[in-house]
Nanobody
Framework: QVQLVESGGGLVQAGGSLRLSCAASGHTFGENPMGWFRQAPGKERKLVATINSGGSTYYSDSVKGRFTISRDHAKATVYLQMNSLKPEDTGVYYC???????????????????WGQGTQVTVSS
């Protein structure tokens, strides 16, 4: 059974940092793109960052320069380092994997096959 399990969310003051982790089991996704999405209350789920098998990355404009996505193939884990957090970064963060794409990038939620359960990030002002 394939699972993605996120951890690392929490409550932080504006300007602070958090590091999210997403550990895959049942499938390493070593050749596949993985991404982090954010869903604020009452809003649609939006892409925050994605990384392909070779380490190439893409960030949404709202987090560029503040967030860093990385992956450790040996641990089948993807990370999201979030610095200079703002209240508008608040939401549930989901990890996702696209098992159908190899060596490419995936940018939209419907293209991702597997999702974690989500971890809450709350940034207070």
């Amino acid at each position: 059974q394939v699972q993605l399990v996120e951890s690392g969310g929490g409550l932080v003051q504006a300007g602070g940092s958090l590091r999210l982790s997403c550990a895959a089991s049942g499938h390493t996704f070593g050749e596949n793109p993985m991404g982090w999405f954010r869903q604020a209350p009452g809003k649609e789920r939006k892409l925050v960052a994605t990384i392909n098998s070779g380490g190439s990355t893409y960030y949404s404009d709202s987090v560029k320069g503040r967030f860093t996505i990385s992956r450790d193939h040996a641990k089948a884990t993807v990370y999201l380092q979030m610095n200079s957090l703002k209240p508008e970064d608040t939401g549930v963060y989901y990890c996702a994997a696209d098992a159908r794409t190899k060596f490419g990038m995936t940018y939209t939620a419907p293209e991702y096959d597997y999702w974690g359960q989500g971890t809450q990030v709350t940034v207070s002002s």
